[in-house]
């Protein structure tokens, strides 16, 4: 199976795959996750909103309200801009159907009624980063069914698939909408508190994560206590704050393996690590093999 990259901005964690086109922003995918080099996919972001569902595998989902794993014919709901990542749970591959779509493609152009009244309510949500979908339950498995549709729709591509397409989203966020009413009338105060913290450090990491980052450092670019930080970085990202800063390091590396013919050893060094030998272990457990290794293959 050929191996593609994961494409990314690793200065701000923003998705940069294009996702259908301007006419028709939708993108319709039936995906292996072994397909991507790392085998998994880093914490990212995009303004999309995405559903996807579990073919075959299980899938372990992390995002900023926990961690979730998906089994086959479990599927979710992401929010837009909201932080996740995905690896395989106790197998070698998972097998998924997906679709990332702009959400204004359901927006009136004509009346704010539609829009203030059902798209933005959940989409300017940051408690719901997420919906869990399980076809086994009645009123989820139309949602589950509605995105078979699309799917479809779109290998045929037949005169009108396009006007269908749309009712179908329409109708799929009524019902996430549904889901999550109780969450959006009932959210907690400050339920945006966190989400405006974790990217503020995110965002003063990506700017020095080549330089001695310190615990005091990170927490001051959001102006919370060490704490603070570190029980932020757990409820959003289920990690400490240095875990963080090495896999992104090491990341930036793998970018660096690949674009640049420079010596390992020098890019061990504008990573922000000062041991090699630390840096190929790190590199080996979170990529799955050595520097030169990755080099090499890729």
């Given at each position: ?121 959940l989409?300017k ?11 086994s ?102 990690q400490?704050?240095f ?19 420079r ?9 922000g ?26």
């Amino acid at each position: 199976m050929k191996k593609i990259p994961f494409l990314i901005d690793y200065t701000t964690n923003q998705e940069t795959q294009r996702h259908g086109n301007s006419d028709l922003p939708i993108g319709v995918y039936h995906f292996h996750l072994s397909s991507y080099e790392a085998g998994y996919t880093p914490w990212h972001w995009h303004k999309e909103v995405e559903l996807y569902f579990v073919l075959e595998g299980a899938i372990r989902l992390n995002t900023t309200s926990g961690e979730f794993i998906l089994k086959e014919n479990e599927g979710c709901f992401i929010n837009s801009n909201c932080l996740h990542s995905m690896h395989p749970y106790e197998c070698g591959d998972v097998i998924f159907q997906s679709l990332v779509f702009d959400p204004l493609i359901i927006s009136s152009s004509i009346s704010l009624l539609f829009d203030e009244k059902y798209l933005y309510p959940l989409l300017k949500s940051k408690n719901i980063p997420c919906i869990i979908i399980d076809y086994s339950c009645p009123y989820h498995s139309t949602i589950y069914e509605k995105v078979s549709q699309i799917v479809f729709l779109h290998k045929k591509q037949e005169f009108g698939y396009e006007i269908t397409t749309r009712n179908s989203l329409s109708e799929i966020w009524l019902n996430l909408l549904a889901l999550a009413r109780n969450d959006i009338e009932n959210a907690p105060a400050g339920a945006d508190l966190d989400y405006l913290r974790i990217h503020a450090m995110l965002s003063y990491i990506h700017e020095n994560y080549a330089s001695d980052l310190t615990s005091e450092d990170i927490a001051a670019s959001a102006s919370v206590s060490v704490s603070e930080c570190c029980r932020c970085f757990q409820r959003c990202l289920k990690q400490t704050p240095f875990d963080y800063v090495i896999e992104y390091r090491i990341h930036r590396a793998a970018e660096l393996l690949l674009d640049t013919d420079r010596p390992i050893s020098d890019i061990c060094i504008d990573a922000g690590f000062n041991s090699s030998s630390y840096f190929s272990n790190k590199f080996k457990s979170i990529i799955g093999m050595s520097p030169r290794e990755y080099r090499r293959r890729k």
